[in-house]
């Protein structure tokens, strides 16, 4: 079932391009429009969402700042499509994927980068990928 808790009103779509980080203040995953009339500008969070046609992004320099302040930032995010018909997504033959800017400088699963994926699920049990790529 979808959480999503719009912001100032503002609307997602199915299939809208966003890009995706977790929120530190309120513990959800924020999403930002990457096109329409509202892009660059937050819609809203989610207590989970499943995006398709994922990429990952860090900023080193955001990363960078991380390390030299010892203060965490947004500067990683999952980029993909939201998909909000069917928000369940099974597990099976999933990769759990972390991201830790004092270790490493991108997202992994078990120590191996990844850059992408078809599908991801972010949740309060975590971060998955299928297809991970």
Same mark, same amino acid.
């Given at each position: 079932? &979808? ?7 503002? &609307? &997602?779509? #199915?299939?809208?391009?966003? @890009? ?8 959800k995953y924020s999403a930002v429009a990457l096109d329409g009339c509202e892009k660059?500008?937050v819609l809203g969070h989610f207590d989970n969402v499943i995006l398709r046609d994922v990429s990952f992004s860090v900023s080193e320099a955001g ?6 302040? @010892? ?14 018909? #069917? ?15 004092? @270790? ?7 120590? &191996? ?16 990928? @299928?297809?991970?790529?």
């Open positions: 079932m &979808i959480s999503f808790h719009s912001y100032k009103n503002r &609307i &997602i779509l #199915d299939g809208q391009r966003v @890009k995706v980080y977790y929120n530190l203040h309120n513990g660059g500008r990363r960078q700042r991380v390390i030299r302040e @010892k203060r965490k930032n947004v500067h990683a995010y999952a980029i993909g499509s939201v998909f909000l018909s #069917d928000q369940t997504m099974s597990l099976d033959n999933a990769s759990v994927l972390r991201y830790n800017p004092y @270790k490493m400088s991108q997202f992994h699963a078990n120590n &191996i980068p990844v850059t992408g994926a078809k599908l991801a699920s972010l949740g309060p049990t975590g971060f998955y990928a @299928k297809e991970a790529k």
